[in-house]
């Protein structure tokens, strides 16, 4: 959906390197998501902000970090990357209730060597 | 705790036969259900979700999805398969306990042949 948008598509990083995803919506949603998706597992969600000042842990938010730059905006950081991070990552964003979908970005492929 | 099951890694259905993917899910309340679908290099695509009331749900490119609260699933279902149908389906759950996120199945990935 190019209304969010993810930089970069893809990247190769050494272990122990620093890395930020970016992710911009131009839907003009408060609620804006990350997931990763791995093999069989489904979308796990890494982290979720219902506004610039709402920063929430997902469910395997251990060594992931987020920002919420503004409503458009928000970058994933990987601090010291390691291997079993290389995944598919994904940004979406939403608004609020219980019956609004979630919009997707192109995803990130990310591979840690 | 929600979770939510796709029983199948992998569908194959000729093209022009019924196609089904299956999903089951497990909470303790009301369940609000979505379909997504994923074509080869792209983002997840809402497909359709589940609204308290009509059991049979329609939504995009023909598909629809069946909720039966007995058995505890929301089968998609498309009459009609197409080749371009060929991506990878999620089943995904929501419920309002837990802060209106979403819970996704494993995926199950549709292969539509000629």
């Known amino acids: 959906d190019a209304d969010v948008t993810q930089t970069p598509r893809n990247r190769i990083t050494k272990t122990g390197k620093r890395i930020m995803l970016e992710c911009s919506q131009t839907k003009g949603h408060d609620r804006m998501y990350w997931y990763r998706q791995d093999p069989g597992l489904g979308l796990r969600l890494i982290y979720y902000s219902f506004d610039v000042k709402d920063i929430n842990k997902g469910e395997i938010s251990d060594g992931y970090s987020v920002s919420r730059q503004a409503q458009a905006k928000f970058s994933l950081s990987l601090e010291s990357a390691i291997p079993n991070q290389t995944a598919l990552y994904f940004c979406a964003t939403g608004q609020s209730g219980l019956l609004s979908e979630q919009y997707f970005g192109p995803g990130t492929r990310l591979t840690v060597t | 705790a929600q979770s939510v099951a796709q029983p199948e890694d992998q569908v194959n259905v000729a093209e022009g036969n019924p196609l089904t993917v299956k999903c089951t899910y497990s909470?303790?309340?009301?369940?609000?259900l979505f379909w997504y679908v994923q074509y080869p290099n792209r983002g997840l695509q809402f497909l359709l979700k589940?609204?308290?009331?009509?059991?049979l749900v329609k939504g995009s490119y023909g598909f629809e999805a069946e909720f039966n609260k007995s058995q505890t699933s929301f089968h998609l279902k498309k009459p009609s398969a197409l080749v371009s149908d060929s991506a990878l389906y999620f089943c995904?759950?929501?419920?309002?306990?837990?802060?209106?996120?979403?819970?996704f199945g494993g995926g199950t990935r549709v292969l539509v042949k000629p």
């Open positions: 995904a759950l929501r419920l309002e306990a837990a802060g209106n996120k979403l819970t």
């Open positions: 589940y609204i308290t009331g009509d059991n």
């Open positions: 909470v303790s309340g009301n369940p609000y």
